[in-house]
C-alpha cells in the first residue's frame, strides 16, 4: 500500500473541510507506525487566531491531548508546504517526517504572489530537521485551493 497517498488523501480532505468551514484550506495528518493519531484543519478564521494554521493547531492539539513534545517518530502529512512558523514548529518538536502537496510556490502562483521554499529554508538551517517528500499528490491539493482561491 502506497501510505503516503492514503495518509495525503485525508490531509486533502481535511482542508476541503476547512474551506466549508470558512477557513482556509489546509489540512493536516499526524501518523505513528502508519496509523493516524490526530488530524486538523485550518482554523485561522473560526479560532479567531491567525496562527491557528493546520500544522501548528495539529502540533498543539496533539501535545495538549497526549503530553507528548518529541515527534520524532511520527510524520506530519500536510495539503500544502507549511509556512515558515509551522515549519518552527516542526523543528522546535523534532518532527522525524514531513510529507506535503502543494508547494508555498504552487500556492503562491495561484494567488499571483511571489512564494518560497518555506520549509526547505528553516529546516537547512536547524540541526534538527525532519525528512521532507514534497509533491504528493500535488494536483490533487492544487484543485483544492484552486477552488478557495481563483474566482474565476
Given at each position: 500500500m502506497d501510505w503516503d497517498r492514503e495518509f495525503m488523501k485525508e490531509a486533502i480532505r481535511l482542508s476541503a473541510e476547512a474551506a466549508r468551514h470558512g477557513n482556509e484550506p489546509f489540512g493536516a495528518v499526524l501518523v505513528k507506525d502508519n496509523q493516524i493519531v490526530c488530524t486538523?484543519?485550518?482554523?485561522?478564521?473560526?479560532?479567531h487566531d491567525f496562527t491557528y494554521h493546520a500544522e501548528l493547531g495539529l502540533i498543539r492539539k496533539f501535545?495538549?491531548?497526549?503530553g507528548i513534545t518529541g515527534l520524532h517518530a511520527y510524520t506530519l502529512y500536510s495539503s500544502c508546504e507549511p509556512c515558515f512558523m509551522c515549519s518552527g514548529a516542526m523543528?522546535?518538536?523534532n518532527l522525524g517526517r514531513l510529507v506535503y502537496g502543494a508547494s508555498d510556490?504552487?500556492?503562491?502562483?495561484?494567488?499571483?504572489?511571489?512564494?518560497?521554499?518555506c520549509s526547505k529554508i528553516v529546516f537547512e538551517n536547524s540541526y534538527l530537521r525532519p525528512e521532507v517528500t514534497a509533491g504528493v499528490m500535488r494536483e490533487e491539493s492544487l484543485a483544492v485551493?484552486?477552488?478557495?482561491?481563483?474566482?474565476?
Amino acid at each position: 500500500m502506497d501510505w503516503d497517498r492514503e495518509f495525503m488523501k485525508e490531509a486533502i480532505r481535511l482542508s476541503a473541510e476547512a474551506a466549508r468551514h470558512g477557513n482556509e484550506p489546509f489540512g493536516a495528518v499526524l501518523v505513528k507506525d502508519n496509523q493516524i493519531v490526530c488530524t486538523n484543519e485550518n482554523q485561522i478564521y473560526s479560532r479567531h487566531d491567525f496562527t491557528y494554521h493546520a500544522e501548528l493547531g495539529l502540533i498543539r492539539k496533539f501535545s495538549e491531548e497526549t503530553g507528548i513534545t518529541g515527534l520524532h517518530a511520527y510524520t506530519l502529512y500536510s495539503s500544502c508546504e507549511p509556512c515558515f512558523m509551522c515549519s518552527g514548529a516542526m523543528v522546535w518538536t523534532n518532527l522525524g517526517r514531513l510529507v506535503y502537496g502543494a508547494s508555498d510556490i504552487d500556492l503562491c502562483e495561484l494567488i499571483h504572489e511571489k512564494g518560497s521554499a518555506c520549509s526547505k529554508i528553516v529546516f537547512e538551517n536547524s540541526y534538527l530537521r525532519p525528512e521532507v517528500t514534497a509533491g504528493v499528490m500535488r494536483e490533487e491539493s492544487l484543485a483544492v485551493l484552486r477552488s478557495y482561491f481563483v474566482k474565476e
